[in-house]
């Protein structure tokens, strides 16, 4: 693609959004001439979404930064059914009841990221259960699914991985990607949504959409992805020893998720720094070219930028000053992850290491545990501990302890109801 021109497609690509696009020039002038409305779809398999799907939530803040009208498509139809793409396994079937108690978590991530309402270009939230539903199944073959040959459907990586692993595919999860090409075209007809954004994992659906709207309503319609993001190690970015880094603070805390950018590797930070938050770019540019321990001041101002935009600037605040007292003065911090322990829980002998450690979060397994205590990395109070070590009633003062796994992962044990 030439030198894009619309600033949407200028700010996409500078920021490294930009991986596939079924049209780019085409696009690039729609952007020039008019307001685009532009949709990513988000099955509600989960109470919260996490940061694996910062990069599709940041593309709709720039769309709508620059004028432009994102639709945020909650799948509480597709989430019935399953997308395959880049699973191994069929996908737990949900209740209509975790549904909407999914849908209502992640609600709450896109309130921080978008502006809702009725104004030109205020963000919609729009759920595909409204017309999949609705859908009545042989009219539905006869009218779409004609649109649709299985030899090409085989040779989608979503069908075809899948096969190649002998893994089972089951039809229901087969018919997915037939029904997110209809929900382009559901969200062409009713919003005049013309830009389906995306995963590089959700290309071939993208591009089944965009046709479906040709074929059926002689539709022009545009599709985007953006790359896989890893880290400069080549681990998918997002996933950590103690699991995914979610959006939710009831799911993660304000402090962990601001740690989690605070650790980021230096290699990362500049690209990081375009891709998951506001800052201008020439800002970005000079703060990826700090050298030696000032690299740390520019992952401080990540996880700040980060951490405001998932959780507000009060809680990035927060993070920082707990991150400071801890690392600088020794102190527990008022924000980190706290475990409260009964009175019950106290008496006798007490709660023993491996479970504290465990319970507290610092840990996945007692045996985990124990690999740190053989390390000196389990410490109580800054005090290294070993297996024996039991925590009792008057041993833990109304203040609390601070728990540490090693140098970085901190946490605080605190009598209930101090």
């Known amino acids: 693609m030439t030198q894009p021109r619309s600033p949407?497609?200028?700010?996409?690509?500078?920021?490294?959004?930009?991986?596939?696009?079924?049209?780019?020039?085409?696009?690039?002038?729609?952007?020039?001439?008019?307001?685009?409305?532009?949709?990513?779809?988000?099955?509600?398999?989960?109470?919260?979404?996490?940061?694996?799907?910062?990069?599709?939530?940041?593309?709709?803040?720039w769309l709508q930064r620059h004028g432009h009208k994102p639709i945020v498509l909650l799948g509480g139809g597709t989430a019935k059914i399953g997308d395959p793409s880049g699973k191994d396994e069929q996908r737990q079937f949900l209740s209509d009841e975790q549904i909407e108690i999914n849908k209502a978590g992640i609600r709450r991530v896109f309130d921080k990221f978008l502006s809702f309402g009725d104004g030109p270009t205020d963000a919609?939230?729009?759920?595909?259960?409204?017309?999949?539903?609705?859908?009545?199944?042989?009219?539905?073959?006869?009218?779409?699914?004609?649109?649709?040959?299985?030899?090409?459907?085989?040779t989608f990586d979503s069908v075809k991985s899948r096969l190649e692993r002998e893994q089972p595919l089951s039809f229901l999860e087969f018919n997915y990607m037939i029904l997110q090409a209809?929900?382009?075209?559901?969200?062409?007809?009713?919003y005049g949504c013309v830009l389906q954004l995306g995963g590089s994992d959700q290309w071939g659906n993208i591009v089944n959409g965009m046709e479906l709207g040709r074929r059926l309503d002689d539709r022009h319609l545009f599709g985007q992805t953006s790359p896989l993001i890893t880290n400069a190690d080549g681990a998918k970015m997002g996933k950590t020893a103690?699991?995914?880094?979610?959006?939710?603070?009831d799911r993660l805390s304000a402090y962990d998720y601001w740690q989690f950018w605070r650790n980021t590797q230096d290699a990362d930070v500049g690209r990081f720094l375009r891709l998951f938050t506001d800052l201008p770019l020439?800002?970005?540019?000079?703060?990826?070219?700090?050298?030696?321990?000032?690299?740390?001041?520019?992952?401080?101002?990540?996880a700040n930028a980060a951490t405001t935009l998932a959780h507000g600037p009060d809680a990035a605040r927060a993070a920082e000053e707990t991150a400071q007292a801890t690392f600088a003065a020794g102190g527990a911090g008022a924000a980190l992850p706290t475990l409260e322990l009964t009175p019950e829980r106290l008496a006798g002998d007490g709660v023993g290491v491996l479970d504290l450690f465990v319970e507290a979060g610092l840990a996945d397994s007692k045996k985990e545990v124990r690999r740190l205590i053989a390390q000196n990395g389990a410490r109580v109070d800054g005090q290294p501990v070993g297996e024996d070590y039991r925590l009792t009633a008057d041993a833990l003062p109304g203040d609390g302890l601070k728990l540490s796994a090693g140098k970085k992962r901190h946490a605080v044990v605190r009598p209930a109801g101090a």
């Not at 919609?124 to 073959?141: G, K």
């Not at 995914?244 to 603070?249: Q, R």
């Not at 321990?293 to 520019?298: F, I, L, R, Y």
């Open 8 to 61: 949407l497609m200028q700010e996409l690509t500078a920021r490294g959004f930009v991986f596939q696009s079924t049209d780019p020039e085409g696009l690039d002038q729609k952007l020039q001439a008019e307001r685009v409305t532009g949709y990513i779809g988000f099955d509600p398999t989960g109470d919260s979404l996490h940061v694996g799907h910062l990069v599709s939530i940041m593309q709709l803040r």
């Open 242 to 249: 103690k699991g995914a880094v979610w959006l939710n603070e």
């Open 124 to 154: 919609i939230l729009v759920d595909n259960a409204e017309w999949l539903d609705e859908l009545r199944y042989i009219p539905f073959l006869r009218d779409i699914g004609r649109h649709f040959t299985v030899n090409r459907m085989l």
């Open 182 to 190: 209809y929900d382009f075209v559901e969200l062409a007809r009713r």
């Open 282 to 302: 020439d800002e970005i540019a000079r703060l990826e070219a700090l050298e030696g321990q000032e690299v740390n001041d520019a992952k401080r101002v990540l």
